[in-house]
């Protein structure tokens, strides 16, 4: 084989399987158009770590931590942070069911008006549990898209979601990898 050729085979082996922009997961092949929706499922602070980061990746949005239906008309997609707070449900003034009616209803409304969603978790363990899984299950099984912190998946329950409902997923190692996932689907 030609050192030519070696080279050209090496390029190839690179491109393929070394991972997009420091994070360590297959290519992203699902994009999506802005400006987006950012909004919460559950009212964790989480959801403001999503909105810095689409700062940073130069994606256009709306944000609205209790985002209801009408705000659809102006956007092109939906980012559902998913994570449950107790402090930020009181903060809201709404119950668990009441946020998980919203967020149905809104989800409803997205897919209606085919409107891809991304669900992304940044918790990782400590937005899991009892109320943080109220709301990543729903937002898991109807998002278009996947975006977990790996830690946040350590028992699979987000990667079995994905692969039960035959949706992409991406399990950055930190939570500022999300940016590059980012400004990949939205190819900023």
Sequence with gaps: MSNFLRLAVSI???IVFVPLRGFSQEPVSFTATDPVLITSAGQSADVLMVKILSDKAGISYKFEKTAAVNLLDSVKSVIIV????????????IDKEEEL??????VSAAKENKLPIIGIHVGGKSRRGELS???NKPVAENADHLIVVKEGDHDAFFSQIAKDHKIGIQ??????D????LQVIYEK
């Design 12 to 14: 190839i082996l690179l």
């Design 133 to 135: 899984d109220y709301f």
């Design 171 to 176: 399990l950055p190692e930190k939570i500022n």
């Design 178 to 181: 999300i940016q590059g996932i």
């Design 82 to 93: 998913s994570g449950g707070s107790s402090k930020g449900l009181g903060a809201a003034s």
């Design 101 to 106: 009616e919203r967020v149905k209803t809104l």
